[in-house]
């Protein structure tokens, strides 16, 4: 059933409007955006789509064209975070709604309807679709225009506070931002954003999707860990987020040192992970700099060391996720890594187009050796972020 007639069956008539915004996948910069660092990632031909009609009523409504069933129904004047709303695919939208007012903008009554097309629970930031096409539906209604940047903190405010996931700002900025044949340079802690032009198949190379059907959960707790760390990290170098670190050694050598009175493990543990984020950013760096220089298949080797800082200092890979890198690399991917929060979802394998096929192969056959359900390995194109659609 199309968006159009989901729409039309469950409240009869048209949309004022059709917004839509893509999922992405993240070339290389993982678990730097809450660190103030350097993310690089791109929007994927895969999108969310909302429509909306304005109503006179104060309330939302939401439908889904993947959920059947009854409409979800919230009175504008109680949404907030913790209600019973706030669970939940409809917490997404309802939660963006919140968002908005929270800011200050006069959302008026709406119905909507949701269609995504983004994988859920791949690492494809699905969530982050559905919030940022919300945004601009709910932005357009109540006749406000928002920037890329002002949709994708709307966004994330909805994420963190009101569906309660702790997550940075690269994914909202990546569906609310990209555009079509590009990579998004989005430096955190500057407020800086930069297309840099990517075109895998014009070099001849192709960058697979490798999705380990292994969902992935941000809300299980890892993650915040993570965060965590990190922050408490900054603490103890008395600074307010590792971005502020100008002399990586001198940085690492003060956290492992037992002069901090910390246990040896928590010394240990610390010095991996910020030992990750700031090799990140400089692989992240290096990246953004070779691709200036045209050099597409020269970034291979950042992809494959990001994911070994992931798997060995910052411990967010599986062993699914190992062995699809492992396996593309070993089928001749010119580099592979795990992209996104982590823990399950999809790795990426920069490969030449003749052998896309013989490496996704060569992952399945990895994964039945190893018993592992059968992985889905795609192809994307850098899409633009979020938009009108009718
Ligand atoms: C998730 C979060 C992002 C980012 C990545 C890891 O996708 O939503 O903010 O932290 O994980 O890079």
């Not at 069956?9 to 949309?15: A, D, E, F, H, N």
């Not at 966004?155 to 996931?165: H, I, L, T, W």
């Not at 670190?245 to 246990?263: H, K, W, Y």
């Not at 953004?288 to 045209?294: I, M």
Request: charged share 20%; aromatic share 6%.
């Amino acid at each position: 059933m199309s968006i159009a007639e989901r729409f039309q069956l469950q409240y009869g008539g048209r949309p004022d409007g059709v917004f839509s915004a893509p999922g992405r996948v993240n070339l290389i910069g993982e678990h730097t955006d809450y660190n103030n660092g350097l993310v690089l990632p791109f929007a994927i031909d895969a999108r969310a789509q909302v429509a909306v009609r304005r109503i006179d009523e104060p309330v939302i409504r939401v439908v889904s064209v993947q959920r059947e069933g009854a409409v979800i129904e919230a009175p504008l004047s109680v949404l907030r975070p913790g209600t019973a709303a706030a669970t939940g695919w409809p917490a997404y939208l309802l939660g963006t709604a919140w968002a908005l007012i929270e800011a200050g903008i006069d959302v008026p009554g709406a119905e909507l309807a949701l269609d995504s097309a983004v994988p859920v629970g791949a690492g494809l930031s699905s969530s982050a679709a559905v919030e940022c096409a919300t945004a601009l539906a709910l932005s357009t209604i109540a006749e406000v225009r928002l920037t890329p940047a002002d949709l994708a903190r709307l966004a994330q405010r909805a994420e963190n506070a009101f569906v309660g996931v702790p997550t940075g700002l690269m994914d909202q900025m990546a569906s609310a931002g990209c555009r079509a044949g590009h990579l998004l340079f989005f430096d955190v802690g500057a407020g800086t954003t930069e297309n840099i032009p990517f075109d895998p198949a014009a070099n001849g190379l192709q960058v697979l999707v490798i999705d380990t059907g292994v969902h992935h959960s941000l809300a299980d707790g890892e993650y915040a860990k993570r965060r965590a760390s990190c922050e408490w990290a900054a603490e103890l170098l008395g600074l307010n987020t590792l971005r502020d670190i100008t002399d990586a050694g001198e940085a690492l050598a003060r956290l492992g040192s037992p002069a901090s009175g910390l246990p040896a493990a928590d010394r240990e543990l610390l010095v991996r992970r910020v030992r990750h984020v700031l090799s990140e950013n400089g692989r992240v760096f290096d990246v953004v700099q070779r691709l200036r220089a045209g050099d597409i298949a020269g970034i291979g080797a950042d992809l494959t060391e990001s994911h070994i800082s992931m798997r060995d200092d910052y411990e967010i890979s599986s062993i699914e996720l190992d062995t699809a890198v492992d396996a593309a690399l070993g089928a001749g991917a010119l580099g592979a890594r795990m992209t996104g929060g982590g823990f399950g979802g999809s790795a990426i394998a920069l490969v030449p187009s003749q052998d896309a096929a013989r490496v996704a192969e060569a992952v399945d056959r990895a994964f039945a050796a190893a018993g592992f359900a059968a992985p889905t390995s795609r192809h994307f194109t850098p899409a633009d972020g979020a938009r009108r659609e009718s």
